[in-house]
């Protein structure tokens, strides 16, 4: 079969940038389609750090502008990998300039700010969807699979927690490269979007949408130099958030996300209570997956954990043989591979831009209940 040429154009070349590119390079040795994506240009601000990021990982150009990628008609899809307060202005020219579009989390700023993008990305009809990785962790997608096979009954709890330790440090600037996290203009909001949202997203796919939140958030170092003025400023992200809820199917929810749990550098963990069986999932143990079934015979009853490595695992089929197992980057390649697959059926990979808007919209109630001190109800996507 002849596969048709997939020509990505990257905007960014950081920590998200190197791991597109290893995704866009390995997909076709592992995944079959009808696509093959190409690196064909990549494009940042600093054109010695982007030169050394092209040549290593194998783009065949360099722009200095992201409008050149846009306006280039050897582009076929442009892949986000800016900070956050850019996604909207470059996904909204690309869409109208009829490009794909791949964004890197969360979608956008805020909730209005990801309604005009669904509204430009939909009216342009181009394939779309947002790089939240985990959900495409082997073990995850099988937590998915069960879950649609019943085998939890009725669910009554999902827990989820996002702890990070690399913030504590009050010397830490805002603003710069990797640290525009802490600064609220260029990041739009602290652990809630940044953390959270991964676990929102992870959540709302395996558990159904969050009706109603209820959080509170802490800024603990409350002025930091930023690196733009190298004045002391005002700091206007959450460093921490926690926040319970109700989902729409009557289970609970809880939340934590910190970066101030020393000791922990990137410890994503979840849990679902359902009324017969439970699974529990830690991203630090990432290939297992601990399941307990009520129904096992009594005396053998216990959780179990499976090595989530075998061929009719998600996924694994396609990696090496049974037993080996695979890790964090090989995420960001299931999601290349789920979307080179959408464009071969023409149904779009999730989460597109609208599946993502529900992240959006449920970060926006969690920060606004943070603010107000009351229950916030969250908007449903029309
Ligand atoms: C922050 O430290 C960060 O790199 C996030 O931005 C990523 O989305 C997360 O996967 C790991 O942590």
């Known amino acids: 079969m002849s596969k048709k040429k997939l020509n990505v154009g990257i ?51 360099t722009e200095s502008d992201w409008r050149a990628i846009i306006n280039r008609s050897d582009i076929d899809v442009v892949d986000i990998c800016t900070p956050n307060d850019s996604h909207a202005e470059i996904a909204i020219a690309a869409a109208r300039a009829g490009k794909m579009v791949m964004c890197e989390k969360p979608l956008s700023l805020n909730g209005p700010q990801g309604e005009e993008m669904v509204r430009e990305i939909e009216k342009a009809g181009v394939a779309n969807m947002v790089w939240y990785n985990y959900r495409r962790v082997p073990a995850v997608t099988l937590a998915k699979q069960i879950i649609e096979s019943g085998k939890l009954g009725r669910i009554f709890h999902y827990r989820a927690k996002f702890l990070q330790d690399w913030t504590i440090n009050a010397d830490l600037p805002q603003g710069g490269a990797g640290l525009w996290r802490l600064d609220a203009a260029a990041a739009g909001s ?17 558990n159904g949408s969050l009706d109603t939140v209820s959080a509170m958030t802490e800024t603990f170092v409350k002025e930091r130099v930023h690196s733009a003025t190298g004045k002391k400023e005002k700091v206007g992200i959450d460093d921490a958030c926690t926040f319970m809820g109700r989902f729409s199917n009557g289970s ?40 307990f079934d009520y129904k096992d015979e009594g005396r053998f009853r216990g959780w179990r954990s499976i090595h989530v490595t075998d ?39 999730s989460p597109t831009f609208r599946d993502a808007l529900e992240t959006q919209y449920i970060c926006d109630a969690v920060l606004e209940s943070a603010a107000t001190g009351s229950w916030v109800n969250v908007p449903k996507v029309s």
């Open 190 to 206: 602290g652990v809630t979007g940044d953390l959270l949202a991964h676990c929102i997203d992870t959540a709302v796919w395996l």
């Open 252 to 291: 609970l929810a809880t939340f934590e996300s910190t970066r101030y749990a020393r000791g922990h550098k990137a410890l994503y963990t979840l849990e679902i209570n359902g009324e017969n069986a439970s699974i529990a999932w830690d991203l630090h143990d990432l290939h297992r997956l601990q399941f």
């Open 11 to 61: 905007i960014g070349y950081g920590f998200m940038g190197r791991t597109h590119a290893n995704a866009f390079r390995k997909v076709s040795n592992f995944f079959e389609s009808g696509h093959v994506p190409v690196l064909k240009a990549a494009c940042g601000r600093d054109q010695a750090k982007l030169k050394a990021y092209a040549d290593k990982w194998g783009w065949e150009s």
């Open 311 to 349: 061929s009719d695992h998600p996924y694994m089929g396609n990696w090496w043989v049974p037993g080996l197992q695979i890790g964090y980057e090989h995420t960001f390649v299931h999601q290349v591979a789920d979307f080179l697959q959408g464009l071969d059926t023409g149904k779009f990979a």
